[in-house]
């Protein structure tokens, strides 16, 4: 009778085992997508900032060269000794 008991506390046994053995096995593979997903998440953020930053320098040079090809008032004497203002020139390089 009591061998009959140490069988049964036996079985039970190998299938609590298992059964944690299998959740154990579970979690590591649900930690190994976790850590996969959280480095596909930083190279997506590490390729947004450098696309932002790209962003950034189009429109200061784009900004730049609206500048530079910008027509900009330039100040000649007019025959009265003053100085005018009323014509407009191209920028110099």
């Known amino acids: 009778m009591k061998y009959k008991q140490l069988l049964d506390i036996e ?3 190998k299938k609590q085992k298992s059964s944690y053995d299998s959740c154990l096995h ?3 593979q649900l ?3 976790i850590d996969s997903l959280e480095q596909d998440l930083l ?3 590490s390729t947004q900032n450098r696309h932002q930053d790209s962003q950034m320098t189009i429109d200061r040079l784009q900004a730049e060269l609206q ?3 910008s027509p900009e008032p ?3 004497k007019s025959t009265n000794g003053f ?3 009323s014509v407009y ?3 110099s390089t």
């Open 43 to 45: 190279s997506i953020k």
């Open 67 to 69: 500048l530079s090809v």
């Open 74 to 76: 330039y100040y000649r």
């Open 11 to 13: 079985e039970r046994y």
């Open 83 to 85: 100085f005018c203002s």
């Open 31 to 33: 930690k190994q997508k």
């Open 89 to 91: 020139g191209y920028k």
């Open 26 to 28: 579970e979690n590591e």
